[in-house]
């Protein structure tokens, strides 16, 4: 018999979070291992290569396809400023001239002499990958990256939008169980994030982005309500580059769902320190977990964060209807399979939800590793 596979998120104290920070493209490594490094810092810098406009010269001139070269003013290869003449042809012993000038600023890449046309390329784009924790670097990815080791506390979500900020975390709600509300945030929580509770609504998601909160980390967000925020619906496709002004991570799920207690009092611990946080979310092979790093905490170098796995006794989330979002502890693990309504037969677990003992495909939980 087949094992099954269970997915966990990590909420701990103590871990130590290696990350890759890696060029999209071949590029300028800027440190070596052993630097000590802020999230700030840049660690690797390249440059995509600018825009192509294309730009008919044998129409814009009159001209044959062949003659295009000899009229040019300059050369491909030469740098291009806005208005520059790249060509000229002169008619009627010189007495008429017609230019054709650069509409952007950048580089005369080539010239066809079969076509005519010529591809004009807009100035290189800088691209700056940065620290993203505070951490020392461990390896160097020759042309690409490095990768940056950190101890810090970690808490993984479930669901998450935008990409990655660094700033101080600040508690606003009260309690695990306490909604987020517009009325909740003000101009103190700019360039923050902000540790809510339960569900954050959508006016406050709003009123965040308004004030330009850099995160907020809670239980739940309706699910309707990422189609309000995004224009468009999520999908199973991987997010972390929406335009959005502030960072959601989702601790729990989609719905009024209630922070879990250790991870709403752990993070609200850490407050006043800086936090790493990103939403990029991917919830199919490869998956990437949205998460909250806090750098600086007291573990021993080389301490890991320790996990039971599947056991009697182990925190896990159900992941799927009719249970989704709610936390409790194995209470057995059957041998048998059993039967679902589906008549399939699968391994399953025995979950106590608070008093509450139901039966769950094992494929339907995941371990909440501390």
Do not use: W
């Not at 208005?83 to 008619?91: D, L």
């Not at 490869?286 to 964060?305: D, F, N, Y």
């Amino acid at each position: 018999m087949g094992d099954a596979y269970t997915p966990g998120l990590t909420v701990t104290r103590h871990a130590v979070v290696r990350k890759t920070r890696r060029l999209p493209l071949p590029g300028q490594v800027l440190r070596q291992v052993g630097d000590l490094v802020t999230s700030a810092d840049v660690v690797a810098r390249t440059e995509l290569p600018g825009k192509v406009h294309l730009l008919n010269l044998a129409t814009a001139l009159g001209a044959l396809p062949d003659e295009v070269t000899a009229k040019l003013r300059i050369q491909p290869g030469g740098a291009l400023t806005r208005g520059a003449v790249i060509a000229e042809r002169k008619s009627f012993f010189g007495l008429f001239s017609t230019r054709v000038t650069s509409p952007i600023e950048g580089t005369l890449e080539s010239v066809s002499e079969i076509t005519g046309q010529a591809v004009l390329r807009g100035p290189p784009v800088p691209v700056e990958v940065k620290a993203y924790v505070d951490g020392k670097v461990v390896e160097i990815i020759a042309g690409e990256g490095v990768v940056v080791e950190t101890a810090a506390a970690l808490v993984q979500g479930i669901f998450g939008l935008s990409g990655e900020v660094n700033a101080p975390l600040v508690v606003v709600a009260s309690g695990p169980d306490r909604v987020l509300d517009a009325a909740d945030l003000t101009a103190a929580h700019t360039g923050k994030v902000v540790l809510g509770g339960a569900r954050t609504t959508l006016a406050a998601m709003k009123r965040a982005m308004e004030l330009e909160v850099a995160a907020i980390v809670c239980g739940g967000f309706a699910y309707q309500d990422v189609k309000e925020l995004l224009g468009y619906d999520v999908g199973v496709a991987v997010t972390g580059t929406e335009a959005l002004a502030t960072t959601l991570v989702v601790t729990e799920g989609f719905g009024d769902i209630a922070m879990a207690t250790a991870t709403y009092e752990l993070l609200a611990s850490l407050a006043g320190k800086t936090a790493s946080v990103c939403g990029a979310t991917q919830i199919r092979a490869g998956v990437i977990r949205p998460e909250v790093v806090v750098p600086g905490t007291t573990a021993a170098a080389g301490e890991e964060t320790a996990s039971g796995g599947l056991e009697i006794g182990a925190p896990v989330r159900c992941i799927r209807a009719p249970y989704f979002g709610r936390i409790g502890k194995v209470s057995a693990l059957p041998v048998e399979l059993a039967t679902m309504p589906s008549e399939t037969r699968v391994r399953v677990l025995e979950v106590d939800l608070g008093g509450e003992t139901v039966s769950v495909p094992r494929a339907n939980v995941e371990v909440i590793e501390r």
